[in-house]
């Protein structure tokens, strides 16, 4: 089984920077992309960022230029450092792997989500 645990979210103000983290923990053979999604209250789960193995990295674009998301593949960590944060930041962060098990099996896993809010 595969587990994503992630941390960071909380209360900031706009302008303020926030840094999530999700590690990836469990029976991993390979993980390939790894990647942040949110959804505010009424709305559907967008794409923040996303990482693939080989470093390559792809943003919303209400976020280019603001977030950037990073991976450590020896930790099986992907990172979201969110600068200069606005109101509709404000969502709840979930983490996505895409990853092979030793049973070469192949999983879609999605973290347990952690609230953002950008507030004065």
């Known amino acids: 089984q595969v587990q994503l645990v992630e941390s960071g979210g909380g209360l900031v103000q706009p302008g303020g920077s926030l840094r999530l983290s999700c590690a990836a923990s469990g029976t991993i053979s390979s993980i390939r992309t790894m990647g942040w999604y949110r959804q505010a209250p009424g709305k559907q789960r967008d794409l923040v960022a996303t990482?693939?193995?080989?470093?390559?990295?792809n943003y919303a674009d209400s976020v280019k230029g603001r977030f950037t998301i990073s991976r450590d593949n020896v930790k099986n960590t992907v990172y979201l450092q969110m600068n200069s944060l606005k109101a509709e930041d404000t969502a709840v962060y979930y983490c996505n792997v895409d990853l092979v098990d030793l049973n070469v099996v192949r999983w879609v896993s999605w973290g347990q989500g952690t609230q953002v809010t950008v507030s004065s």
């Open positions: 990482i693939t193995s080989g470093g390559s990295t």
